[in-house]
């Protein structure tokens, strides 16, 4: 099922995907079960603090360098019971997570900064981290954004798609170093040979490109 919506390209507040994730964490919020949230990267916290206050209990990846101001917004939320700060990244997380195995995950960006068959690998292995049934909710830079203007990769074949955006593009995000731009199309197969069955893409009116998956 393909849906537009509206929302910055770079944005890190909660957008119509995270939105998703909120109404799915309260569908199965119960006294008997306590849902478990992981999100990567943790960005200002402000997600986190979305889900605890619905009363998940939320695991939050991110660099060790952030974890002091990360944890410095969770205890003036008065939520540390609820939020964990793990350091780590989307390649490089611990064995075993608090809170594992997951009802939902929420990747915020990242994935374009890796090849595809990473990425592919990367989504792989989250999807192992989920319960059955639990949902995994992806953000990813799109291909048919602003970002693509004279990205060298824009011809190229997914797998084989990773380069630098053109010097105006960096210059105005600040993303920097090469990266994969995905199609809608692209988002599909991705999480479809990752193992993942896909639920839904969404197309932004910027041309980034969202999908929610769930575990089978």
Do not use: W
């Not at 660099?63 to 540390?80: C, F, K, T």
């Not at 939902?104 to 192992?128: K, W």
């Not at 599909?188 to 089978?216: D, P």
């Amino acid at each position: 099922m393909k849906t537009n919506i509206t929302a910055n390209p770079l944005e890190t507040g909660t957008d119509e995907l995270e939105r998703y994730a909120l109404e799915e964490c309260n569908k199965r919020q119960r006294v008997e079960h306590r849902v478990s949230v992981l999100i990567l990267p943790a960005g200002k916290g402000g997600l986190a603090v979305k889900f605890a206050g619905l009363g998940a209990q939320v695991t939050v990846v991110d660099e060790e360098s952030r974890r002091q101001d990360i944890e410095g917004r969770v205890l003036a939320a008065g939520l540390r019971d609820e939020i964990h700060f793990t350091a780590g990244s989307l390649t490089e997380l611990p064995e075993k997570l608090r809170g594992e195995a997951f009802d939902i995950i929420v990747i915020r960006r990242g994935l374009c900064g890796m090849r595809y068959g990473e990425a592919r690998q990367v989504v792989r292995q989250l999807m192992r981290r989920l319960k059955i049934g639990g949902k995994l909710y992806l953000s990813i830079l799109g291909l048919h954004s602003e970002l693509s203007e004279a990205y060298a990769g824009s011809e190229a074949p997914i797998d084989q798609r990773f380069a630098e955006l053109a010097p105006a593009m960096i210059s105005k995000y600040g993303i920097r170093g090469p990266v994969c731009l995905y199609s809608e199309r692209n988002l599909f197969m991705l999480l479809l040979e990752a193992g993942a069955s896909v639920l839904r893409t969404l197309t932004t009116t910027y041309g980034n490109v969202k999908g929610i998956a769930v575990r089978v």
